[in-house]
């Protein structure tokens, strides 16, 4: 395998719950990856134990470097942006207060707020507005413009759609593809099989933390047996 991210042989743990089996997975420089499965899959383990917030084991690799001894914020600061299922935008402060708060410290990035704000017309709109005031798609939208402002090379983005309109989707799956369209890498664990093959370069499938389908968007959705065991409710 040869990418941005490299997972070889990971297992992670919550306690005594072993939850990743040896997953090896792989994403590279503009490319979308799809992670499918069901709730309890192990998914969003996958993230975490890339992050380091998980007990792990195996090689994580970050453009051939080792990590899995790094702590979460030197992870971040190597170019790994995470957007959690539960958003975690801050609800008492304005958008544009989010969005300050996720600026690297140390040296201006590629993004400005300027640049959010062009992806996500709707978020200028309510610059002022508390993030609690806003609607789901709002506040997804926030999520990723301040992992943004964090200048990622890599995005984690988990369950983006949960919970949000159809209309609501389709414009994120088109600032999913801008951002591709620009260079981002992006991990997108997701559950809605149509959003994520749509916008999908490459699909991994995760059955009981192990992989049970690498492929091509098009190879997964002419492989009705895996999407039926592993995918379908």
């Given at each position: 395998m040869n990418g941005l991210l490299e997972l070889r042989g990971v297992h992670a743990w919550y306690g005594r719950a072993h939850v990743l089996q040896g997953v090896d997975l792989s994403v590279a420089p503009g490319e979308i990856v799809a992670l499918?499965?069901?709730?309890g899959a192990g998914r969003s383990t996958l993230a975490r134990a890339v992050m380091g917030l998980v007990e792990r084991r195996g090689r994580l690799l970050w453009r051939g470097r080792e990590t899995a001894s790094l702590r979460t914020f030197e992870i971040a600061r190597l170019g790994v942006g995470y957007v959690p299922e539960s958003r975690d935008v801050f609800p008492g402060m304005t958008v544009e207060q989010n969005l300050v708060l996720g600026q690297k410290a140390a040296k201006?990035?590629?993004?400005?707020?300027?640049?959010?704000?062009?992806?996500f017309p709707a978020l200028a709109q309510r610059a002022g507005v508390?993030?609690?005031h806003l609607s789901g798609g709002e506040q997804q939208m926030l999520a990723l413009g301040r992992t943004l402002m964090g200048d990622p090379a890599l995005m984690l983005v988990d369950e983006p759609a949960e919970g949000l309109a159809p209309m609501v989707v389709a414009q994120l799956a088109a600032?999913?593809?801008e951002l591709r369209r620009q260079g981002m890498a992006i991990l997108l664990i997701e559950q809605k099989l149509d959003f994520a093959l749509d916008i999908a370069d490459r699909a991994y499938v995760l059955g009981h933390g192990a992989v049970v389908f690498t492929g091509t968007p098009a190879a997964l959705r002419a492989d009705a047996s895996t999407r039926r065991e592993w995918i379908e409710l």
């Open positions: 499918l499965g069901r709730n201006a990035g590629r993004w400005t707020i300027a640049d959010v704000y062009r992806l508390q993030a609690q600032c999913l593809d």
